[in-house]
Structure formats: structure tokens, C-alpha cells
């Protein structure tokens, strides 16, 4: 990545579980190399229809359109902090658990969020 083509992630701004993510997200994200896109709402241009992105998480990376565990490893390269999360994750095996935790974490997702709203 580089400096003038920051990481893009599309995000649910209605969603109180995504909000507080992507605020913490945003405060380690101290060097601005992370473009956040509420594809909530309505005057946002969206790449995919919308629904989609918001079923799972979306990030461009390099032109690249990333979805789901590969998203969230594209943010945490971004982050110094998290950056050797985002790498081990681009390991195979770790890919494959990663999108695993990441599908089970939506069946629960919509419980989360009416405990956060």
C-alpha cells in the first residue's frame, strides 16, 4: 500500500457493534492510512450494492476488493499496532480459521447488536 492509496473499509454506521469498532479502529489508525466509508449512508457512492457491503465487511486494498476476514486482515495491516496480526493472517491456514471465526461471528452478530443498541 502505498501512501497515496490508503486501504478503503466500508462499514455499517447504523450498526452500534460496528460503530464502536470502527472508532477504535480509527484512534489507532494515528497515521490516516485507513479511508473508513459509512456504506449506510444513503449519499455514499458504494463499488457493490449496498446490501452487500453491508452483510459483511468490504475493504480495498491495492484495487483489490476484499470481504470478510481478508478485510478485517487488510485494516489491521494498515495499523502499526496490529500489523503482525494482518500478516500471520495472510498465512493459508490462518486465512482459512479467520474467515471460520469470522462466519460464525455473523450468526451472532444481529444478538450483539440489539445488546449494543
Request: charged share 20%; aromatic share 8%; glycine share 6%.
Amino acid at each position: 500500500m502505498t501512501e497515496a492509496e490508503p486501504l478503503t473499509v466500508w462499514h455499517d454506521g447504523t450498526c452500534p457493534l460496528c460503530q464502536r469498532e470502527i472508532a477504535l479502529m480509527r484512534r489507532l489508525d494515528r497515521a490516516g492510512r485507513i479511508r473508513f466509508v459509512d456504506a449506510a449512508d444513503g449519499d455514499t457512492s458504494c463499488p457493490l450494492d449496498r446490501a452487500v457491503l453491508l452483510a459483511r465487511f468490504h475493504a480495498l486494498e491495492n484495487g483489490v476488493m476484499l470481504s470478510g476476514a481478508a478485510a478485517f486482515a487488510a485494516m489491521w495491516r494498515a495499523i502499526p499496532l496490529l500489523r503482525p496480526l494482518g500478516l500471520l493472517a495472510r498465512l493459508p491456514l490462518f486465512t482459512g480459521l479467520l474467515e471460520r471465526v469470522y462466519l460464525a461471528f455473523l450468526k451472532v452478530r444481529p444478538k450483539l447488536q440489539g445488546w449494543l443498541a
